[in-house]
């Protein structure tokens, strides 16, 4: 999977849900970051490397949601500054991946 950054989902109004097997987390739009193979975030919440993860992508157009399946790569920081969590994205079906195209397509717009 290619890590290039294809843009970035600031212009999205709905929040983003990340959800680990005990750990709910709702994002603000602007702590994200979309990329080709997975995704960036900003989380007061620090994450296990190799954790899977799911998570809830919606377009602000047409309120479609993308679910997505990843596994956290990288996570750093500390509980004062807060965590950049690194994800990249597992075992996508051709319809998310064309959701989350036409997703990143419409927040470049």
């Known amino acids: 999977m290619s890590a290039r950054k294809i843009g970035s989902i600031e212009t999205l109004e709905q929040p983003v849900t990340v959800e680990a097997r005990q750990t709910r987390l709702t994002l603000n739009p602007e702590a994200v970051s979309l990329h080709k193979g997975g995704i960036e975030f900003r989380s007061n919440v620090p994450f296990a490397t190799w954790v899977e993860m799911t998570l809830t992508l919606q377009s602000p157009n047409d309120g479609a949601r993308v679910n997505c399946t990843g596994v956290v790569v990288d996570c750093q920081g500390n509980k ?30």
């Open 80 to 109: 004062h500054v807060g965590y950049h969590v690194s994800m990249v994205f597992t075992a996508m079906s051709k319809q998310a991946e064309a959701r989350l195209h036409s997703l990143v397509q419409a927040s470049a717009v």
